[in-house]
């Protein structure tokens, strides 16, 4: 059969009490399957994150915040640093690679050296966690 566009639809009758039933409907069978009674993933994640701010302040890992001391535009030529435990992490380019060191009190401890930018970051990262521990 061809239409061309110009047949009216038929009236739907009593449509407003129509949808009413299938939401009661749908809703009686959310509550008796077993699955609508668990608790949803929204409601899940609140609950996780509290307990995660909880444990990083019983003594996890603090967090770096790196400076850039030329700016962050010359990173690539100056590095960058970050203060830890009274001390001071840095990744410092040197002929075309990067040195990652710990300094405290006049003693310099290398973490990395002449390795790429991701590894010095990874040894930095490793050391602040090693100390936390």
Do not use: I
């Not at 959310?30 to 302040?57: C, F, I, M, N, R």
Request: hydrophobic content about 35%; aromatic content about 6%; overall charge positive.
């Amino acid at each position: 059969m061809t239409t061309n566009g110009n047949e009216t639809p038929a009236p739907v009758s009593n449509l407003r009490a129509a949808r009413k039933e299938q939401t009661q409907a749908r809703a009686a069978s959310k509550a008796a399957h077993p699955a609508g009674k668990a608790a949803t993933p929204a409601k899940e994640a609140p609950a996780k994150k509290a307990a995660a701010k909880k444990q990083a302040a019983k003594g996890g890992t603090p967090k770096l915040r790196w400076q850039f001391p030329s700016g962050f535009a010359e990173r690539a030529t100056t590095g960058q640093t970050a203060s830890f435990d009274g001390g001071e992490l840095s990744m410092k380019p040197v002929d075309g690679k990067w040195k990652a060191t710990f300094t405290k009190g006049g003693t310099e401890t290398v973490l990395a050296e002449g390795v790429g930018a991701a590894k010095a970051y990874t040894a930095c990262v490793g050391y602040v966690k090693g100390q936390a521990a």
